[in-house]
Nanobody, 126 residues
Framework: QIHLQESRGGSVRAGESLRLSCTAS????????MGWFREAPGKGREAVAT?????????RYVDSVKGRFTISQDRPESTLVLQMDDLKPEDTATYYC??????????????????WGRGTQVTVSS
């Protein structure tokens, strides 16, 4: 089992940046990949970015955040980071960190699979 804890989100204005981090603990010695998801009010949870296992794991982004968000991982520290730049009001959502065993984490990752953090709120005002 993997336990995940996201950092605190925040409230920013459009065009500003915010950095989220997630620390994994528990049974992290096995191969696992990770990702960030978000859920806006009245909408379903969607994948934002995922990263495959390994030092050069493939990174995938949903189209709406390409060029603005960057996912990275510090394996020795079991930390996942989401750097969010040029934030927009439509990025407002609760953001969740997730992990699953195995090396491949597609954006089509089933929401019911893997391990999840409790979520952290990101609010972007215009």
């Amino acid at each position: 089992q993997i336990h995940l804890q996201e950092s605190r989100g925040g409230s920013v204005r459009a065009g500003e940046s915010l950095r989220l981090s997630c620390t994994a603990s528990g049974n992290t010695h096995m191969t696992y990949c990770m990702g960030w998801f978000r859920e806006a009010p009245g909408k379903g949870r969607e994948a934002v970015a995922t990263i495959d296992a390994g030092a050069d794991g493939i990174r995938r982004y949903v189209d709406s955040v390409k060029g603005r968000f960057t996912i990275s991982q510090d394996r020795p520290e079991s930390t996942l980071v989401l750097q969010m730049d040029d934030l927009k009001p439509e990025d407002t959502a609760t953001y969740y960190c997730a992990a699953r065993y195995g090396g491949y984490c597609p954006l089509s990752w089933p929401i019911g699979r893997g391990y999840w953090g409790r979520g952290t709120q990101v609010t972007v005002s215009s």
